[in-house]
């Protein structure tokens, strides 16, 4: 704790419960709250409470700052309302997808569709180069069909236009008309065609 904070402290408690508050800081202790304070030995509760109103705690404020396409179930659970339970559910979804290409997907995972992701999506970040992709030029039928966002009939057509024309490239599948609108705009991000 600085000099000039020791000595206000003085300046409001007894000597005793100043250099027990010293020393919690000097520990690494914070205090956030009237109750951290009162928690601290020698410090008077009745003191406390007489004069509450002049006590100025700094604000918890959340840091989130992590990669959504490479967070820990530990990463998401400091996001408030975000449990154990729906940090699991994420990290199941985002093995399903391949990853995350935009913060709106996160409101796909069970349970989420009404969370409010928006005040926290500025401290967070999304590297679309961390997707697992599926080349066209080896994934199967059926293995494409397992991702959320392929439905059947825009599975046939994109393997129709391979099968039509083996040097079509990603872009001109994409272009298909009859593609689902849906999802056409996410396909970018999971699919990949080596030349």
């Not at 027990?20 to 009745?46: P, T």
């Not at 007489?50 to 967070?71: G, M, Q």
């Not at 990853?99 to 926290?120: I, R, T």
């Not at 039928?141 to 391979?162: A, G």
Request: proline share 4%; glycine share 4%.
């Amino acid at each position: 704790m600085p000099r000039m904070a020791s000595w206000r402290c003085s300046n409001f408690f007894s000597n005793f419960a100043s250099n027990n508050i010293v020393k919690y800081y000097e520990k690494g202790g914070e205090i956030n709250s009237l109750a951290d304070l009162k928690s601290i030995y020698g410090v008077d509760s009745n003191f406390i409470n007489s004069y509450k109103d002049k006590f100025v705690f700094p604000k918890n404020e959340i840091v989130l700052n992590f990669e959504i396409n490479t967070a820990s179930r530990l990463d998401f659970e400091k996001i408030p309302g975000i449990g154990k339970a729906y940090a699991e559910r994420i990290l199941k979804y985002r093995e399903v997808l391949g990853g995350f290409c935009s913060f709106s997907q996160l409101n796909e995972v069970y349970g989420l569709a009404d969370f409010d992701f928006q005040p926290f999506t500025k401290q967070l970040s999304i590297e679309t180069k961390e997707i697992k992709k599926y080349d066209l030029n080896k994934v199967e039928f059926k293995t494409l069909l397992k991702h959320p966002y392929f439905e059947y009939v825009d599975v046939k057509i994109i393997f129709e236009q391979l099968k039509d024309n083996p040097e079509v490239s990603l872009d001109e599948i994409l272009e298909a008309p009859s593609l689902n609108p849906k999802h056409k705009s996410k396909y970018k991000f999971y699919l990949q065609k080596d030349e």
